[in-house]
């Protein structure tokens, strides 16, 4: 059986740079996940709020006409 020094670099790292990219590309998609939910989270209360706004002005119309 022949010696086998220990390698220098952690076994999950890759020399050409793989463990950093797949990293890099898990913050991302975090990042993007996470930018996604907030934008949605903003478009479902002001989707909330616009349909308020048209209840509230329906029950207006109906209480004192159009005019």
């Known amino acids: ?3 086998e020094p220990a390698s220098p670099l952690p076994t999950n790292h ?3 740079g793989s463990l950093f ?3 890099r590309t898990a ?3 975090r990042l993007l996940i996470s ?3 907030t934008y949605r989270s903003t478009v479902q209360t002001e989707y909330k709020q616009i349909l308020a706004d048209i209840i509230h002005l329906d029950e ?3 209480a004192y006409g159009p005019e």
């Open 1 to 3: 059986m022949a010696y």
């Open 14 to 16: 890759h020399l050409d």
């Open 21 to 23: 990219a797949n990293r």
């Open 27 to 29: 913050n991302l998609r």
């Open 35 to 37: 930018s996604a939910n």
């Open 60 to 62: 207006y119309l109906r």
